[in-house]
C-alpha cells in the first residue's frame, strides 16, 4: 500500500481514537499507515500497529521553550514521524524556512522521520514556490529519508483539487531536486484517493478533514489498499 498521513489538526478527543483503533484491528496496514492525532491524544496509540506522528515539534531537545514539546520525548510516546512546515503554521505560527530547518534538524537527531509540507500559495508560481521551500533543505541530513507532503494551499480544506496531469508534472519536478517519497494533500477523501494514487510519482497522500470521520478514513484506507 502507498503512504496514508492522517493529519487530525486541532480536532478529535480519545473516542475518535477509540473508533479508530476499533475499526482497524483486523487490518493489516501496518508502516503504510501514519496517525497524527494532537498531542495530548497521541497515548491512545502507543500499542498500535501503525505509526504514530507529531504534527510539529520544538526547535531543541529540552530547555526554556514554554509551550512546546522536545521531538524526543515525542519518540518516547511512539512517534516516528514529525510533520513539519503546514501550509498552517507557516501561515497562522510565522513559521519561516529557518525555524523549519531548525526543527528538521533537531527531530532527526531524535530519530523522527520529517514530514516536510510544501506548495504554492494562491497567485504563486509552483516552480519558484518549491523552489523556494525545498532549497532551505537541500542542506539537511537524510533529506531522501524524510517524506515531502506537497501540498497547493488552494486545496487544503476546499474540494479543489488539481487534475492528475498537472498533480503528476508538479510531483516529478519535487522528484527532480530530491529522491525523497513524495504524497499529494488537500481535500483528499473517498471519492478521489484511488485517482491520486494511481499517479505514477505520488507515493501517497496526506489526509485531514476525511481523516476525522472514521467511516470515511476506513473506506479510504481499503480503496488504498487494492487500489495499487
Ligand atoms: C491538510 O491540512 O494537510 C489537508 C490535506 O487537509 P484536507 O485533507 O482537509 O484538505
Same mark, same amino acid.
Not at 473516542?15 to 493489516?28: P, S
Not at 492525532?37 to 526547535?59: D, H, S, T
Not at 497567485?123 to 515531502?148: C, G, H, P, T, W
Given at each position: 500500500?502507498?503512504? *496514508? ?7 478529535? +478527543? ?10 482497524? %484491528?483486523?487490518?493489516? @496496514?501496518?508502516?503504510?499507515? #501514519?496517525? /497524527? ?31 512546546? @514539546? ?22 497562522? /505560527?510565522?513559521?519561516?524556512?529557518? *525555524? ?7 527531530? $532527526?537527531?531524535?530519530?523522527? *522521520?520529517?514530514?516536510? /509540507? @510544501? ?28 517524506? $515531502? ?17 498537472? $498533480? ?8 527532480? #531536486?530530491?529522491?525523497? %517519497? ?6 483528499? +477523501? ?8 494511481? #499517479?505514477?510519482?505520488?507515493?501517497? @497522500? ?14 479510504? #484506507?481499503? *480503496? ?5
Amino acid at each position: 500500500m502507498k503512504t *496514508i498521513v492522517a493529519n487530525w489538526k486541532m480536532n478529535g +478527543d480519545e473516542q475518535l481514537c477509540d473508533n479508530l483503533i476499533f475499526k482497524l %484491528k483486523d487490518f493489516d @496496514v501496518g508502516q503504510s499507515l #501514519i496517525i /497524527c492525532p494532537p498531542f495530548p491524544l497521541l497515548f491512545k496509540f502507543k500499542n498500535c500497529r501503525f505509526c504514530l506522528g507529531a504534527q510539529n515539534c520544538g526547535i531543541a531537545l529540552h530547555g526554556a521553550f514554554t509551550g512546546e @514539546v522536545s521531538p524526543q520525548l515525542l519518540r518516547s510516546l511512539g512517534c516516528s514521524y514529525v510533520i513539519i512546515g503546514h501550509s498552517e503554521r507557516r501561515r497562522l /505560527c510565522d513559521e519561516n524556512d529557518d *525555524i523549519l530547518v531548525k526543527k528538521y534538524e533537531i527531530a $532527526i537527531e531524535a530519530n523522527l *522521520i520529517p514530514i516536510i /509540507c @510544501v506548495g504554492e500559495n494562491f497567485q504563486e508560481d509552483y516552480r519558484l514556490a518549491l523552489e523556494k521551500q525545498l532549497n532551505s533543505f537541500l542542506k539537511v541530513r537524510n533529506l531522501e529519508k524524510s517524506i $515531502i507532503a506537497y501540498e497547493p494551499v488552494r486545496s487544503i480544506g476546499t474540494g479543489i483539487i488539481p487534475d492528475s496531469d498537472k $498533480i503528476a508534472k508538479i510531483v516529478s519536478f519535487i522528484k527532480g #531536486i530530491t529522491s525523497a %517519497k513524495i504524497l499529494y494533500g488537500g481535500s483528499v +477523501d473517498s471519492s478521489n484517493v484511488a485517482d491520486i494514487l494511481r #499517479i505514477d510519482p505520488v507515493d501517497g @497522500v496526506l489526509i485531514g478533514g476525511a481523516s476525522l470521520r472514521t467511516e470515511e478514513f476506513y473506506s479510504i #484506507i481499503q *480503496i488504498a489498499k487494492n487500489c495499487c
